[in-house]
């Protein structure tokens, strides 16, 4: 039988001509309207299998499969608040009426927000992911159109020179600079430091570690501690017998309060987000030598391609080429001059 029922709702359960078994809920308990949404799942079946037709999805069932499939995204929820943004754009259109103008369109509303061009970009960018999974991996659309990403001005990395963080230190209340002391010394991001628990934490081998679901990579993050680290960790003991960081003896969940703009300003270090200690971590290292590969495993960076923006703080080992071309004179001007016969 095709349809049954289950408590208050109607499931279907009927075989495609290819053999494939399709069982779901009609989510109704109108027997009429169940009826009415398995003849069409049947006939969608029939025509995708014989006559080999797409089926014909819409939007909403694109936003359902890749919620369902990347729910383990470290920015599952900020994808879930971009497509809350773009419901009223895209809610019920068939995949194949996307076009370029509706993005367009999307693109100038997201622009009237006041957003960056970076933040435009973000939204987009997971319009354009959602298409292309669409189109190259469950085959609901032949050729999805062209989603053209605004620019974005090349922005600086900041980092704290030392006299700057010594500054930064000073001025910050103790809590937060005994956090902006470890983010310093480890590099990690403000989310695992302010979520980090006593059992993440191996004093005796100077290690502490990042697990899976907690890193943006979703990839573990071994933490190697140095004497700097350790002595702040040292000062945490017996404050919380689970969080490391506490204020108050209460977990802290933000960084960038107003006390941290507060002293931000009065350090003369004015704009810093707490994220740029990241940044800082990493310049240091480079800065003192440390080689790109054993940065990336440092800091838990996904790829190469992201501790490459450091690589320039690092470019002492340049030098000598540039030497050898000094040690055969760089001054043409001069080189000619000597070359031209005497008047005598």
């Not at 370029?100 to 957003?115: F, L, N, P, V």
Request: with cysteine; hydrophobic share 40%; glycine share 4%.
């Amino acid at each position: 039988m095709s349809l049954r029922k289950r408590g208050p709702v109607w499931w279907i359960d009927f075989v495609t001509p290819s053999g494939e078994r399709v069982r779901r809920s009609a989510e109704t308990g109108n027997r009429s309207l169940a009826q009415e949404l398995h003849d069409r799942l049947k006939a969608e079946a029939w025509r995708r299998d014989k006559l080999q037709e797409r089926p014909r999805c819409t939007w909403n069932d694109a936003v359902v499969r890749w919620l369902k499939e990347t729910s383990h995204k470290a920015t599952h929820e900020h994808d879930k608040a971009k497509l809350r943004w773009l419901d009223p754009y895209l809610n019920g259109k068939p995949l194949d009426t996307i076009n370029r103008a509706m993005i367009d369109s999307i693109t100038q509303a997201k622009q009237a927000t006041g957003a960056a061009n970076a933040t435009v970009n973000r939204t987009l960018a997971l319009v354009r992911a959602i298409l292309r999974r669409c189109e190259r991996e469950w085959e609901w659309l032949e050729r999805g159109p062209a989603v053209r990403l605004l620019k974005e001005p090349t922005k600086r990395v900041r980092y704290l020179s030392r006299p700057e963080a010594e500054r930064l230190l000073a001025e910050l209340p103790p809590h937060l600079a005994d956090m902006a002391r470890f983010a310093l010394a480890t590099g990690l991001r403000a989310s695992n430091i302010t979520g980090m628990q006593w059992d993440q934490v191996d004093l005796e081998r100077r290690m502490a570690h990042v697990h899976p679901d907690q890193a943006k990579a979703r990839r573990a993050i071994p933490v190697p501690l140095n004497g700097e680290a350790v002595a702040v960790l040292q000062k945490q003991l017996g404050k919380h017998k689970e969080v490391v960081f506490t204020y108050r003896g209460e977990p802290i969940t933000a960084t960038t309060t107003k006390a941290w703009y507060a002293a931000v300003k009065r350090a003369g270090v004015y704009p810093l987000r707490f994220h740029d200690l990241r940044h800082t971590f990493a310049s240091w290292h480079v800065q003192q030598g440390t080689p790109l590969s054993v940065l990336q495993e440092l800091g838990g960076w996904q790829s190469p391609a992201m501790v490459q923006r450091y690589a320039h703080l690092g470019a002492e080992h340049l030098a000598p080429w540039n030497d050898r071309l000094a040690a055969h004179g760089t001054n043409v001007a001069q080189r000619q001059k000597d070359q031209r016969p005497s008047a005598s």
